[in-house]
């Protein structure tokens, strides 16, 4: 177990659930704002821009893309750069990203930015599970809390976005606007722009320890190759749910009111997940909490494919947002019980890369089952079995030999 270094800055010492919180914004910024948000602009988009559900789907591939090509770019650029810096270029770069889908409707320049604020996302992503991964080693003793409260963070950019898009589409569309979704990027860039300036100076106090410096090699990837496929899968299945579940909803009827508390819902159980889920984060060192995780998405993922009664769709959101977000913070607490610190970039990458490998054929297949006679019930059903086999996949994830650790 590491304890607090002599010059780890006071604040980090003292307050480390107010720099995990501001950390946090880094995940709403990148996932809740620039990659879920969409599911909310996914069907006005679509109906103005003439898309097809393989079209709108591709959208979010693309965005994949450019994460996985990010995710590859992260641990050159930690060699040569401080984790903090990276983040901040990645923060600020995917924040003025996100304006721009705002002044242009083109299909071709929309996927571009897409893959384009993926590379961004990226960035900012691997480098604050770096940071916070630093922070836990100098609270070992709250260390599942700090990851779950970081990556939990998606749920206030889900909230944000969940109440303020659907009055700023309402307001574009009363005074007379050609494409009213275009407000909501200005809004969304405005969120982004805001969260970044916030967590810059709390990053650059989380200090830089000896035994972490280099982020080199080292790292065999067939060590942990059960929870990077399970880790695989479920890259695949949840993304199929976050990018289109808000159209089945609106597909079946159900009142824009109530998928704005769904949304919003869902984005509150992802923030409180943090502390639901602390405790069995410190406890495996395996790929338990994976399987665990995966086999809950599984059976949230189902149920918006079998009814789309009210309170069952709701127990789905609510469920699918207490887990989704804490089994990409589980990859993290497995890289932390199972490798070195010198160790934890590469191994944060490697889990990143498998994440978005996965997410770029998710949506274009849920999507293009959706555009067949399945529909997006169907395109569900695929995404379930994914995070079932995911499920399956990590549990058969062993913790590795005590020679590995390093805590």
């Not at 900012?124 to 080693?137: C, D, E, K």
């Not at 639901?276 to 338990?288: H, I, K, N, T, V």
């Not at 994976?290 to 599984?298: K, S, T, V």
Request: net charge positive; aromatic share 8%.
């Amino acid at each position: 177990m590491q304890t607090p270094q002599p010059n780890t800055p006071d604040f980090v010492l003292r307050h480390p659930i107010l720099t995990a919180l501001a950390l946090s914004l880094g995940t709403a910024i990148a996932l809740g704002v620039a990659r879920f948000s969409y599911a909310l602009l996914l069907t006005p988009m679509r109906e103005d821009l003439a898309w097809s559900y393989l079209v709108a789907g591709g959208m979010n591939t693309g965005n994949a893309l450019g994460y996985l090509l990010g995710a590859l770019m992260t641990p050159l650029l930690m060699r040569r750069h401080p984790a903090h810096h990276v983040l901040v270029a990645g923060a600020f770069g995917t924040a003025l990203l996100t304006f721009v889908p705002g002044f242009v409707t083109d299909t071709s320049t929309q996927l571009a930015l897409r893959v384009i604020t993926g590379i961004t996302s990226a960035l900012l992503f691997v480098a604050g599970g770096l940071l916070v991964s630093r922070l836990a080693a100098q609270h070992a003793q709250r260390a599942g809390l700090l990851l779950g409260l970081y990556y939990g963070g998606t749920g206030l950019g889900i909230v944000a976005a969940s109440l303020l898009i659907p009055p700023v589409l309402q307001a574009a569309a009363h005074h007379g606007a050609p494409h009213p979704w275009q407000w909501a990027w200005l809004l969304l860039g405005t969120l982004a722009l805001l969260a970044s300036v916030l967590m810059t100076l709390p990053a650059r106090l989380i200090p830089t320890p000896a035994a972490q410096a280099s982020a080199g090699g080292g790292f065999k990837a067939r060590h942990l190759k059960f929870g990077l496929l399970g880790y695989l899968m479920f890259g695949l299945g949840y993304i199929g749910y976050m990018t289109f579940v808000i159209a089945l909803l609106k597909e079946a009827g159900m009142a824009p009111q109530r998928i704005t508390l769904f949304f919003t819902l869902l984005g509150v159980a992802t923030f409180v997940s943090s502390r639901l889920w602390a405790r069995m984060l410190d406890r495996f060192r395996g790929g338990q909490s994976l399987a665990i995780l995966n086999a809950l998405l599984c059976l949230a993922t189902l149920l918006p494919a079998w009814t789309t009664e009210p309170l069952l769709v709701f127990a789905s959101g609510i469920l699918f947002g207490a887990c989704f977000l804490s089994a990409v913070a589980s990859t993290t607490a497995m890289v932390r019980h199972n490798l070195p610190p010198a160790h934890w970039s590469a191994g944060i990458s490697a889990f990143t890369i498998v994440f978005a490998a996965g997410q770029i054929v998710g949506p274009t297949i849920v999507g293009w089952i959706a555009d067949g006679t399945g529909g997006l019930q169907r395109g569900l059903v695929f995404s379930a079995l994914a995070l079932g086999a995911g499920a399956l996949l990590a549990g058969c994830q062993r913790p590795l030999a005590s020679a590995h650790l390093q805590q």
